[in-house]
Nanobody, 124 residues
Framework: QVQLVESGGGLVQPGGSLRLSCAVS????????IGWFRQAPGKGRERVSC????????YYADSVQDRFTLSRDNAKNTVYLQMNSLKPEDTAVYYC?????????????????WGQGTQVTVSS
């Protein structure tokens, strides 16, 4: 069974930073593409960033380019999303997701396994 558990969300002021973590179990992270998504109230789920299993492709949505940095630590089975220069429009529930690369998950394909999300609120 695949489990993904997000952590690190919270309340931060505009311009501040947060680091989200996604702890992965039930799979070997080396074999999987990982994605970060977010969903704001009343909106669909947005693909924020993803990294392929080889760590050779890293995708960022235009809205977070140059502000967010995705990394993975395969030894710890953990993926991180460093979020800097946060804006109120970044407020959302953030989810991590995983899938085998045969699905072409990163940068464009679907993800099959999902975490439960962590809330990020950017407000003064």
């Amino acid at each position: 069974q695949v489990q993904l558990v997000e952590s690190g969300g919270g309340l931060v002021q505009p311009g501040g930073s947060l680091r989200l973590s996604c702890a992965v179990s039930g799979i070997t992270l080396d074999y999987f593409d990982i994605g970060w998504f977010r969903q704001a109230p009343g909106k669909g789920r947005e693909r924020v960033s993803c990294i392929d299993y080889r760590s050779r492709t890293i995708y960022y949505a235009d809205s977070v380019q140059d502000r967010f940095t995705l990394s993975r630590d395969n030894a710890k089975n953990t993926v991180y999303l460093q979020m800097n220069s946060l804006k109120p429009e970044d407020t959302a529930v953030y989810y991590c997701a995983a899938d085998l690369p045969y699905s072409g998950s990163c940068p464009r394909g679907p993800f099959g396994s999902w975490g439960q999300g962590t809330q990020v609120t950017v407000s003064s």
